[in-house]
């Protein structure tokens, strides 16, 4: 990203525009959930009204002001700069006038620069950018460049300087400040254009034979507006702060009582001295109310038309108090110490105005030493969330209800946050995630990202002893060590990932946690990958969790599997008996889906349907909808986990009973 | 791309800025309309040869470029002079001289007057800038950190608020009652006359920089805590920072070690930037307080109509812009090791 991207000019630019980078709208919001959205945003409303006032006292200027500004008056003295009273609300100027009046019909003259110099800067913005975004190439080219070199020239003192040589009358500020207001806005259309113009539905209108006119009228015109229009509201209040400053340097039409002129007459004329506080913050106070009523407007269209959910990994959820209930003994699969119990587990997702989304809940399982699980399920199962609920790392929504997670003779969802960052993580259970692109942080190398976690755990600081050690662990996983002071930009995907099991093996954990380790890459990298895991695993006698929705992994590496849907367990046995003699008919129709390499000419299975929503589940089994053996009870009471053959199989299925 | 071809790249392209913005600068002041022999001294009664000297004197006489004897209105000249004795080589020449004309105000030569208001200004805005960024940035981070509460919140409106304010008018503001309420100085850099000295002398000055530093901080500081914030809340939602979290790293090693960093690429960009702006930013602050710098200079320029002095300010700004832009590239090349290519 070049630093042109961030032209900041002191006048022209806003913080808002340029901290958010323009968003791909992937759809023109349809206008009803768009009014919606924004009757909730209340920064957005404030502005709004704000606005709406603003405007109402402009255009009602006569009725609502007590005086008429150009009416002659009668003045002594003691009426220069006199103190507000009932008869001038806010006192008067140094000219006798009543400063309420003034104010108020001052209003109109900055409000109409603002709009109209603003009009010309977006238009001639919107076209630049729409024609270098379009039609690229060279075009672009030159567009661009002339775009960067203005964005050099300073535009105060330009502006300055063209008005003072000119004639400061009202249309000649108005023109040469919207001349001189464009760039930011040619900028913006132009990357928003592009994005567009790649979209598919552009190349299909191509394909059938749409010209550029039309294109541009039906598809990237609709879509660039949102932005133009966000863009709108902060150049209006720019400009209306530039004619503000112009008038209050004496570069103002002399004619137009604009508020900046007021303040300038205040300011030359020896408000200051006789203490006339009122002539100097009237006026501007109203350049800083309409000024702040865009910039909240634009801030609430912006966070509309761009929604961001403004939480992140950092945000700490509150401890709930857990209900622990206990849901019966199970015997075990086969001997090994347990290091893992899970018991009825449940986690929440809360979103405010709605019922929670019930993501997981009462999962159980166990994980003994040296046993790989393999956790299998669709996208938007719980998966993830289990896994993440195990180590506490939810984000800011998500809650743990209930449930219990032994390890190492501790209740990991009940412990203080410093005894798990502590103790656990890492040390005891380490985590792989999924596509290593950007788990890796950018601007450190790789090695320095390792050696923090053995500093973080491992009483080692000696920066030889740990060079020694990250070393060890990169060969380990078969990256050469001298790529240790690489960045992570310079490692390809497979390298990545194998960065990211050295860097969970460094603390010497018991357990790791795999979530979805190969699904980002191609498949002779996956081999190679899950060799590694399985050669690991001997030879340090780890225990894995193994989160993937590829059965065939699961088949070839794992000891037992958990089959998950809809956020419940449906099945958990060892692999042999789920592939065997699977009891649930969510696991029945996977394994029917499982391609068959022995019969090339079979038609795909399918399982039909969509993923129950987790906030809006049906009463009675999670699964009932999609399932070819439901019956009428299924519908109504969900099954509870049934134990079979007293080795730890469990279904939860009416039809297991 | 390797790093140096980048840079090559980047400078070449500053350096065929630099060579516009002279071009532009010139064409600039021989455009507009007015005489600049005779806004250089506005009375009636001048007469002509007086009028011719000054021309002379000014080098005005001289056509513009070869083929035009000036651009204001359009007068055609003789296409066969030399061109090296043009306006526009002459100006070339003698800016490689680090000439910049002479005031016509002043009648001293535009460099002297220039230098001797910048350093004024570059105290002003060196002074506002480091607390800016300094109170902005933390402002930013405490924001982001706890997002979505009433710190947050608070933080959020009092920046737009700050950014809502007219520069000038929260130097008046600040000015009338900081002045009738703690006696602080009208304006100026130092009490005329006081013939204070060392340490006090130094002091001098600190309350007359007071006011207007206190100015720009509070409008940068607004602008600056935006872009942190908002950097960061980026940052703190990235894959790598749930890494670092399931490391067992504590939030406040997380944010220094981790998030900052990453932050900071679009803070650096922005902090270079402004600053070159800042100097035509400060105009504003320089005319409300009647500090002696280079946007007060530009500003008396400006009604002045001294041409040689609008012109050599003008350049000035507009080099300090490439060179800060420049900067904020270069260090941004070495802050993000992604940057290989443009």
Known sequence: MSSLEFQANETLAHPIILA??????????????????????????????????????AVFAPLVAPYDPKASVEITIDDLY??????????????????????????????????????????????????????????????????????????????????????????????????????????????????????????????????????????????????????????ISLAILNESTLSFLGLGDPTALSWGQMLNYAFSRGAMSAGAWWALVAPGFGIVWVVLALTLLGQGLEQVLNP?????????????????????????????????????????????????????????????????LGLVGESGCGKSTLMLALLRLLPAAGRIVSGQILFDGRDLATISEDELARDIRWKGIAM??????????????????????????????????LEARVAELLELVG?????????????????????????????????????????????????????????????????????????????????????????????????????NEPKHPYTQELLKAFPDLTKPGARLAAIPGYPPRLNDLPPGCRFAPRCPAAFDRCHVEAPALHALNGDGHIASCHLVE | MSRSRYLLRKISWSLFTVLFVIVFNFFLFRVLPGDPARAGVRDPRMSAEAVEAIRVKFGLDKPV????????????????????????????????????????HYNRPVTQVLVERLWNTILLIG??????????????????????????????????????????????????????????????????????????????IGRHLLLPTLTYTIVYMGEYMLIMRSALLDVLSEDYILTAKAKGLRTFQ???????????????????INLGFTVAGAIQIESVFSWPGLGGAIYEAVVRRDFPVLQGAFLLIAFSVILANLLADLTYSYLDPRVQDV
């Open chain 1, 20 to 57: 958010h980078p323009p968003p791909l709208m992937t759809s023109s919001p349809p206008t009803r959930t768009f009014f919606q959205t924004f009757r909730r945003n209340r920064i957005g409303l404030v502005g709004l009204v704000m606005l709406i006032l603003s405007i109402i006292v």
């Open chain 1, 308 to 372: 961001r959910l403004e939480t992140h990994h950092l945000n700490h959820a509150p401890q709930g108090n857990l209900s622990t209930s206990h849901q019966g003994e199970w015997t075990e699969f086969t001997g090994g110490r347990v290091l893992l119990e899970v018991e009825n587990l449940s986690v929440n997702y809360l979103t405010p105005g709605q019922p929670p989304a019930r993501a997981v809940e009462n999962v159980s399982f166990r994980l003994r030493e040296g046993e790989m």
């Open chain 2, 65 to 104: 470029i070869n083929c035009f004897q000036s651009l204001n209105p359009i007068k055609f000249g003789d296409c066969a002079v030399n061109p090296l004795e043009t306006q526009f080589f002459i100006y070339v020449g003698n800016l490689f001289k680090g000439e910049l004309g002479l005031s016509f």
């Open chain 1, 479 to 579: 990256i050469s060590s001298f790529r240790a002071g690489h960045y992570p930009h310079q490692y390809s995907g497979g390298m990545r990932q194998r960065a990211m099991i050295a860097m969970a093996l460094a603390c010497n954990p018991q357990v790791i946690i795999a979530d979805e380790p190969t699904t980002a890459l191609d498949v002779m990298i996956q081999a190679q990958i899950l060799e590694l895991l399985a050669n690991l695993r001997q030879k340090l006698g780890l225990s894995i969790i193994f989160v993937t929705h590829d059965l065939g992994v699961v088949a070839e590496m794992c000891d037992t599997v958990l089959v998950m849907y809809g956020g419940v367990t449906a099945e958990y046995a060892t692999v042999d008996t789920i592939y």
């Open chain 1, 82 to 235: 006199a103190q507000p009273s009932a008869a001038h609300l806010l006192g008067t100027d140094d000219a006798g006038k009543d400063v309420l009046s003034n104010f108020i019909f001052g209003s109109r003259v900055s409000l109409i620069v603002g709009f109209f110099a603003s009009f010309i800067s977006i238009f001639i913005g919107g076209v630049t950018g729409i024609i270098a975004g379009f039609y690229g190439g060279r075009v672009e080219n030159v567009l661009m460049r002339i775009t960067d070199l203005m964005l050099v020239i300073p535009d105060l003192p330009l502006i300055i300087v063209f008005i003072a040589l000119t004639k400061p009358s009202l249309w000649n500020i108005i023109f040469v400040i919207g001349i001189f207001g464009w760039t930011t806005t040619a900028r913006l259309v132009r990357s928003q254009t592009l994005a567009v113009k790649s979209r598919k539905f552009v190349l299909r209108a191509r394909a059938l034979g749409a010209g550029n006119p039309h294109i541009i009228r039906h598809h990237i015109i609709p879509l660039v507006m949102p932005l133009i229009v966000v863009n709108t509201v902060l150049v």
């Open chain 1, 432 to 465: 792989i995630f999924q596509g290593a692109m950007n788990a890796l942080n950018p601007v450190r190398t790789v090695g320095d990202q390792i050696a923090e976690a053995i500093k973080q755990h491992l009483d080692i600081t000696d920066p030889a002893a």
């Open chain 2, 127 to 204: 002074l506002g800038q480091i607390l800016a960024i300094v109170i902005g940035m933390f402002l930013g981070i405490v924001a982001a950190w706890r997002a979505r509460t009433v710190i947050d919140y608070t933080a959020l409106l009092g920046s737009l608020l700050a950014w809502s304010l007219p520069t000038f008018w929260l130097g008046i503001i600040l000015l009338f009652f900081g002045s009738s309420n703690f006696g602080l100085p009208i304006g100026g850099k130092e009490t005329a006359g006081a013939g204070f000295t060392g340490w006090e002398h130094w002091q001098d």
């Open chain 2, 254 to 272: 997380i944010i220094k070690d981790h998030a900052l960093k990453n932050a900071m690429l679009p803070m650096v960009t922005i902090i270079a």
